[in-house]
């Protein structure tokens, strides 16, 4: 089955830099990446995904990179919050018939510090 | 904007007492998944749906757990007998399926004294 390695498990940053969180998957015939926020009490919320017939894709403060022949994909966020503080999950899946399942990273818990 | 109910959003009691955990998936999402999640684990696939049929339910324990969909509206986690080390945080998230998003609620907080 799929295995997602996420890194790094807990980051630190000032406000106004850059996020970096990386992912590695093991199942080449994987194309679906989500990634989502956790907040504190609550459930995983979707900011973003992409799939591998694209390799980058940004939505304003936010852009994920795919690179399918190293099986890895990444997680940007520029000019980070302290709303940006919380938990993300990167996830991968199949998309043909009968796929139906994401398998997660562990989490990297963002801080970022004003 | 729709969102995925879950009742009860917390639950403490007694080993061995049965613990019953509901999800009304958004409307028209015909895929349903309960997860668990664990500070050891992360987030765990127990189970999941599709149009109200049980794909899969290899991760779950298998004498103590049952997931069902009654209804369209409804999904229904049962442990029976509930064990201290069931203790973690339940979510139930619905989509559309093959590679689609899934969308989370915010999740049953389970304590098994």
């Known amino acids: 089955g799929e295995n997602v390695e996420q890194h790094p498990s807990t980051l630190s940053v000032q406000e106004g830099d850059s996020a970096v969180i990386k992912c590695t998957y093991s199942?080449?015939?994987?194309?679906?990446f989500p990634w989502y926020k956790q907040e504190l009490g609550k459930g995983p919320q979707l900011i973003i995904d992409?799939?591998?017939?694209?390799g980058e894709k940004k939505d304003q403060r936010i852009a994920v990179t795919l690179n399918k022949t190293a099986k890895h994909f990444s997680l940007h966020i520029t000019e980070t919050q302290p709303e940006d503080s919380a938990v993300y999950f990167c996830?991968?899946?199949?998309?043909?018939?009968?796929?139906?399942?994401?398998?997660f990273g562990k989490g990297t818990k963002l801080s970022v510090i004003p | 904007d729709a969102r995925v109910t879950q009742t009860p959003r917390h639950k403490v009691t007694e080993m061995g007492q049965e613990v019953t955990m509901r999800c009304q998936p958004i409307?028209?999402?015909?895929?349903v998944f309960w997860y668990r999640q664990t500070m050891m684990q992360g987030l765990e696939l127990l189970a999941y749906?599709?149009?109200?049929?049980?794909?899969?339910d290899s991760g779950m324990p298998k004498d103590r757990f049952s997931a069902e969909m009654p209804d369209a509206t409804l999904a229904t986690l049962k442990i029976q007998p509930s064990e201290p080390r069931d203790s973690a945080v339940y979510f139930c998230?619905?989509?559309?399926?093959?590679?689609?998003?899934?969308?989370f609620g915010d999740g049953t907080r389970l304590s098994i004294l």
């Open positions: 749906f599709r149009n109200r049929a049980p794909l899969d």
């Open positions: 998230a619905s989509g559309l399926g093959q590679g689609r998003p899934q969308h």
């Open positions: 409307l028209g999402h015909n895929t």
């Open positions: 992409i799939r591998s017939n694209v």
């Open positions: 199942d080449s015939a994987s194309n679906y």
């Open positions: 996830a991968a899946s199949r998309t043909g018939a009968g796929s139906y399942q994401l398998t």
